[in-house]
């Protein structure tokens, strides 16, 4: 197939090179030169604008992938994709954008017959080798369309041992991506996915700051550990329960840099965190954990511990994320302010 892809930073480059490997041919647009001519140079065709993206689009119906970071610039990338592209026509958010935004904007393109899909992805900087995982939402004929397209950049079946009794279930499942549901559900099952991740890496990090701890001069001297974090973080990849890729991106961590001294301890969160947060309340569903794990991204601003070293060190890891140098608030606008209007 054919595909236009706008935005080529460390997940956009690597969906873009990971779909001309399995033969599809790609549009590139980037608003910095520089990775449009790499691109380039690996068999993609450069665009200098949305519209010589559109116009270089050949193939009908034509499809544009959006790989931009959530709010303003994804708003305004739509709706000028939206007077680009002409009845039939697809657009695919890919990133980590609101829901309810979505619900949104595929109703405003609906008017134009211009047809929306949204796509959570997960993969972060590895997703070129390991393939994405793919939550889709969005109208069903658009979504099977596209097939080809999501079917390059799941991971496939790999090697992962298949779920017992799964019956006749969707087939796309175990290959790495699903049609979650109509349009938004993607992202919501995205988003979900996201606040379970903070979950998950609050548990390790709270973990290994006890463990880091033991040697306290506050203990009992017969108490006190001076335990090995990268050989605990190592064996627990091997046959124990509370394995997971997150474990192995902290134990490669702790091996490179037991003390995790290149670490700030400061941790960022990206807005999803935030918004599942919401949407239990919304539902009245308790989710303690998930709230206490992203309070804990908030106190991390404020004061630093190994643990949220070991944050830092995993949301390297996964997505190449360098903390501090992202907005605080990820609603914010360039000037500051929370850019929660378009949405409340």
Avoid at 36 to 50: N, Q
């Amino acid at each position: 197939m054919q595909i236009g892809v706008i935005g080529l930073g460390r997940m956009g480059g690597n969906i873009v090179r990971r779909l001309m490997k399995a033969g599809h041919a790609c549009v590139v647009y980037d608003a910095k030169p520089e990775p449009r001519a790499a691109l380039a140079k690996a068999g993609a065709t450069d665009a200098g604008s949305l519209a010589e993206l559109v116009k270089a689009l050949g193939e009908s119906p034509r499809a544009v992938w959006i790989m931009l970071p959530a709010g303003a610039i994804t708003e305004a990338t739509v709706e000028e994709l939206g007077g680009l592209l002409a009845k039939g026509d697809i657009i695919i958010d890919g990133g980590n954008s609101f829901y309810k935004d979505d619900i949104r904007r595929a109703k405003s393109l609906a008017a134009k017959g211009v047809r929306y899909v949204d796509c959570g992805t997960s993969g972060g900087v590895w997703g070129l080798d390991r393939g994405y995982c793919m939550m889709i939402g969005g109208p069903k004929p658009a979504v099977d369309h596209l097939d080809p397209i999501f079917a390059a950049l799941a991971p496939g079946l790999g090697d992962i041992a298949r779920t017992p009794d799964r019956g006749k279930g969707d087939p796309r499942a175990e290959r790495g991506y699903i049609h979650a549901g109509p349009t938004g559900a993607g992202h919501f099952v995205k988003m979900v996915h996201n606040g379970i991740e903070y979950g998950l890496m609050q548990a390790y990090a709270e973990g290994f700051d006890i463990l880091r701890n033991k040697d306290s001069k506050d203990l009992p001297e017969d108490e006190r550990f001076t335990l090995n974090l990268p050989d605990i973080a190592e064996v627990w990849r091997r046959g124990s329960v509370v394995s997971s890729w997150l474990l192995d991106l902290g134990a490669a961590a702790l091996a490179k840099d037991p003390l995790l001294k290149g670490y700030s301890g400061y941790v960022q969160d990206s807005g999803e965190g935030r918004w599942t947060v919401e949407a239990a309340i919304e539902e009245a569903v308790p989710a303690d954990v998930l709230s206490t794990a992203l309070y804990a991204r908030f106190r991390s601003r404020q004061e630093h511990t190994f643990g949220e070293r070991m944050l830092s060190a995993m949301r390297f890891g996964f997505g190449g994320h360098v903390e501090g140098k992202e907005a605080t608030d990820p609603e914010a606008k360039p000037g500051g302010a929370p850019d929660r209007a378009k949405r409340e």
